[in-house]
């Protein structure tokens, strides 16, 4: 699959199949090249609900969005129910400010993904934290 790099905020995936035949007596291999076929690629992105800092199960024990493609990079800002920013990093949240594990309940959350193009997908919702 090709990416188009001149455009990559297209979205755009392209792709085409090549043969190559061993080369002949005569010294000559041939080649042939499919038709191109390119289709749009709309990124998803899921964002857990809840998640246990202090899960013996390490999936459990971040909060991270999950991606069906790899982004150039994001950034995730936690606040806490009165609005005041509690964290953030480019990265999961342990469940952690200054070294510490937050109070179980409801955080909020933005979610900033910068995709190889100057078009950014922004999201926002609440997660909660919860522990075993």
């Not at 964002?47 to 150039?72: C, G, H, K, R, Y």
């Not at 005041?84 to 955080?107: A, C, H, L, Q, T």
Request: proline share 7%.
């Amino acid at each position: 699959g090709l990416i188009d790099q001149a455009d990559p905020s297209s979205s755009m995936i392209c792709y085409h199949v090549e043969a190559v035949e061993n080369t002949n007596a005569l010294g000559i291999q041939g080649r042939s090249i499919s038709n191109r076929v390119c289709f749009s690629m709309t990124p998803d992105v899921r964002v857990p609900n809840a998640f246990i800092p202090n899960d013996t199960d390490p999936v459990n024990q971040v909060f991270e969005p999950v991606f069906s493609f790899l982004p150039e990079r994001y950034d995730l800002i936690i606040y806490n129910r009165l609005g005041i920013k509690i964290w953030e990093g480019s990265g999961p949240w342990d469940g952690r400010v200054n070294g510490n594990f937050v109070p179980e309940g409801v955080y909020l959350y933005y979610l900033r993904i910068y995709n190889y193009s100057t078009d950014k997908i922004e999201m926002n919702g609440s997660v909660t934290v919860v522990y075993r």
